[in-house]
T-cell receptor, first 115, second 115 residues
Framework: DTEVTQTPKHLVMGMTNKKSLKCEQH?????MYWYKQKAKKPPELMFV???????INESVPSRFSPECPNSSLLNLHLHALQPEDSALYLC??????????????FGQGTRLTVV | AQSVTQLGSHVSVSEGALVLLRCNYS??????LFWYVQYPNQGLQLLLK??????LVKGINGFEAEFKKSETSFHLTKPSAHMSDAAEYFC?????????????FGTGTQLKVEL
């Protein structure tokens, strides 16, 4: 199984809503990532969890709250978002190799629209 | 911080022609380098990776890339383009900062394949 599964595929939410994005992998990877991608732009790193601990937070606004309940699951809790937060949210995972982390495997993403 | 630069945001080739997508990295220490492809409304798929083993790396779908330390380059090539190769291509670098767990993308190159 070499898949990273993200749910839901599409999400429309109001600015006062609370929602969560979910990501799951069963490859035994010990690092998981959240990226945000705007149209015609590269993915931008938001958060990294290594061995279930938050290791990188790229100064993301607090209305985005990550959670890693176990080594297979990664959540992104959303609250009071703004329309400019509309984007494709990508989850990825990777495994350590040769002293560094190896290639990242990506999910298909969640297309988020904030209205 | 380590980064990659992709020259040419748009590349157009004829079907059957050589594909050349350029990527240069900035690092005093050879990093891990990757090429990913993204089709519309999908996640990123790994094409190939350089992890300091062979300098000529072969990937999926007939793509390959050569790591040239003297030129700090990792250009992606394919001898004969196919219509199905039309997509967005991202070069990415994983460096030693952030515990070696930061994967940073170039700005991307949109490949168009014409009949």
């Amino acid at each position: 199984d070499t898949e990273v599964t993200q749910t839901p595929k599409h999400l429309v939410m109001g600015m006062t809503n609370k929602k969560s994005l979910k990501c799951e992998q069963h490859m035994g990877h010990r690092a998981m990532y959240w990226y945000k991608q705007k149209a015609k732009k590269p993915p931008e790193l938001m958060f990294v969890y290594s061995y279930e601990k938050l290791s990188i937070n790229e100064s993301v606004p607090s209305r985005f709250s990550p959670e890693c309940p176990n080594s297979s699951l990664l959540n992104l809790h959303l609250h009071a978002l703004q329309p400019e937060d509309s984007a494709l949210y990508l989850c990825a995972s990777s495994q350590p190799t040769g002293g560094l982390w190896g290639e990242a495997f990506f999910g298909q993403g969640t297309r988020l629209t904030v209205v | 911080a380590q980064s990659v630069t992709q020259l040419g945001s748009h590349v157009s080739v004829s079907e059957g022609a050589l594909v050349l997508l350029r990527c240069n990295y900035s690092s005093s220490v050879p990093p891990y380098l990757f090429w990913y492809v993204q089709y519309p409304n999908q996640g990123l798929q790994l094409l190939l990776k350089y992890t300091s083993a062979a300098t000529l790396v072969k990937g999926i779908n007939g793509f390959e890339a050569e790591f040239k330390k003297s030129e700090t380059s990792f250009h992606l090539t394919k001898p004969s383009a196919h219509m199905s190769d039309a997509a967005e291509y991202f070069c990415a670098v994983r460096g030693l900062t952030g515990g070696g767990n930061k994967l940073t993308f170039g700005t991307g190159t949109q490949l168009k394949v014409e009949l």
